[in-house]
């Protein structure tokens, strides 16, 4: 894939021309260059030699998401999908227009004996206006700054001066949560997709009563009921499709070898200690390793050179551009 490949697919998802991107003059978190798209959208990427083609990282912020809208924002998802991207943060959101219950009470059932979560830790934040005590904005957080789940309580009615009359719940998934959530979101329905992984990361429900164990028996409370529908939990990390040695491959190529480079000059080029270190990651091999090789020597494979991928792998412009056109105009209107 090229740059130009990701700004046409970004740019059909948002509805603008793929003449409105900029490139700034540096990128961000070490990545050389950046392109800023409309909507505050953004591509950060690294140049790397032709052969390997352009390492990125693409934001859209919620402005961009709100421009791309639920059935186009499928769309793009399943082309990332095809892709082979890693989805490293993806936040959803519920909006309570009927504000079921205040901030300040949810922050109060996070603190109770309601609240059923790993998460520890919990946040609150009140902003005011400087030079007077008009509040501007009143937000809870459950979880870490960084980790993999954390959810994100606040007034967006306050926030949004009156625009969006609703108290909204967004939840933050990063790293190995936001790879498994990329997909289902691509595939699955929202309306339960959403609500199953908030409330597989928090659930509000009754204190423990005597004979019941397990925590599906406890009566959820009314006010979450409402904003779940009564979703069931599910399993936030579902096991991951097997790694190809293909893949481990090319992340090695992209994420080691500058590591392994600079130890190796370190160790003044010593082929021994190197070959040391190959015989002791052999030694802790796990399942998902053995059954990648056995794949790769089953389909018959030539050895592996780290120059693996062709053209064919890099550049899909027509063809994807095409796809997502006809997606788009075959899609119906769906009212989530």
């Known amino acids: 894939m090229c740059s130009s490949d990701l700004v046409l697919a970004m740019s059909i998802a948002m509805g603008v021309s793929p003449d409105d991107w900029i490139e700034l003059p540096h990128g961000h978190n070490y990545y050389a260059k950046c392109l800023l798209g409309p909507f505050g959208a953004k591509i950060d990427y690294s140049p790397m030699n032709s052969a390997e083609g352009l390492h990125f990282n693409a934001m859209l912020p919620g402005q961009a998401c709100s421009a791309i809208g639920y059935e186009r924002m499928r769309v793009f998802l ?32 996070i603190c109770s004996e309601y609240v059923v979560t790993r998460a520890k830790t919990c946040r609150t934040i009140n902003d005011t206006k400087v030079g007077t005590k008009i509040k501007t904005g009143n937000t809870r957080y459950l979880g870490a700054p960084g980790a993999l789940n954390r959810l994100r309580a606040y007034d967006k009615d306050l926030e949004s001066k009156g625009l969006v009359p609703a108290n909204r719940f967004e939840m933050e998934c990063r790293k190995e949560s936001a790879e498994t959530l990329g997909p289902l979101l691509a595939e699955a329905d929202w309306k339960k997709v959403i609500p199953q992984r908030f409330v597989s990361f928090v659930d509000f429900r009754e204190p423990n009563i005597q004979g019941m164990k397990e925590v599906e028996e406890r009566p959820r409370l009314e006010w979450w009921s409402a904003l779940v529908d009564n979703v ?17 491959a090319d992340w090695i190529k992209e994420s080691v ?76 209107k769906n009212p989530y």
């Open 78 to 109: 399943q082309w990332q999908c095809r892709q082979g991207v890693t989805f490293t943060r993806l936040d959803i959101a519920i909006d309570d227009y009927a504000k079921g219950i205040s901030i300040d009470d949810v922050y109060e059932a």
């Open 232 to 248: 069931m939990r599910v399993n936030m990390f579902a096991a991951k499709a097997i790694r190809t040695i293909e893949d481990k």
């Open 257 to 332: 070898a500058p590591t392994l480079a600079v130890v190796f000059e370190a160790m003044g080029g010593n082929l021994d200690e190197l070959s040391a270190l190959l015989s002791e990651g052999k030694k802790r091999w796990k399942s998902e390793n053995i059954e990648a090789l056995r794949v790769w020597r089953s389909a018959g494979s030539k050895p592996l050179m780290f120059s693996f991928r062709s053209e064919e792998h890099t550049s899909e412009l027509q063809s994807q551009a095409y796809l997502v056109c006809r997606l788009l105009l075959e899609k119906q």
